[in-house]
């Protein structure tokens, strides 16, 4: 099965990813975690992508583009894919399309995860990340068991550069101006199908699985 899901900073994309690959053994492919591994190991694709997500502007399609290629030559997608944070303005979706021709795997459904703008923002700007082992927190909602500190590898969490409340004003501007049409794109192709976002973690999942289930 193959997959895209979509939704602003703070829908929960993330954390629904994770149930989806558990349930249907799908790969996972994040532009966003792809962009930090580099940044966190200083490449040079991370030095050009730093600038772009400490602002949270988008990174040139040139540069996400050559990047998700590159991972999609791995051949490792035997269950289909999850594409995650991809594709996010209208040049990516049409270069995508070339990609899934050559290998043969187009989209089945592409999730559009939605929810209102106050809840984002509360999500955002209250979330925690452990910058060892990826695990994510939330102030209110999802709190570590010691305070300030990851459950899963005892790391101090931090709050990611583009998780303020500035910085995550230009992430939606970017998301309304460039990845609103690759919606509008993809729901003139009959693939989109919508998720209330704003709903527990357990209702979100299971409104999820219900769709894909129909894909199976
Ligand atoms: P995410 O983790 O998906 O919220 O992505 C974090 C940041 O990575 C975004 O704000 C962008 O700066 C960058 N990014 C991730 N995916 C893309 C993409 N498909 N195109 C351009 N920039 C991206």
Redesign the pocket.
Known sequence: MNIVIMGP?GSG??TVSSAIVEKFGVTHI????M??YNIANNTPLGLK?KT??DQ????P?EV?IEMLAERLSRNDLNHGYLL??????LD?AKAFEKLETQLNMPIDVVLSMVLPLDMLVSRITGRRVCPKCGASYHIVNAKPKIDGICDVCGTALIQRE?DTQEKLMV?LS?HDRNTAPVIEYYESKGLVKEVDASKSILEVEAQVCEILDLFR
Request: aromatic share 10%; hydrophobic share 25%.
């Open positions: 900073a994309k993330g994040s532009t966003g975690d962009f930090r992508a772009y997500m949270g502007k988008l990174v399609d996400t995650d944070g991809f594709p996010r303005t990516q583009d992430r970017e």
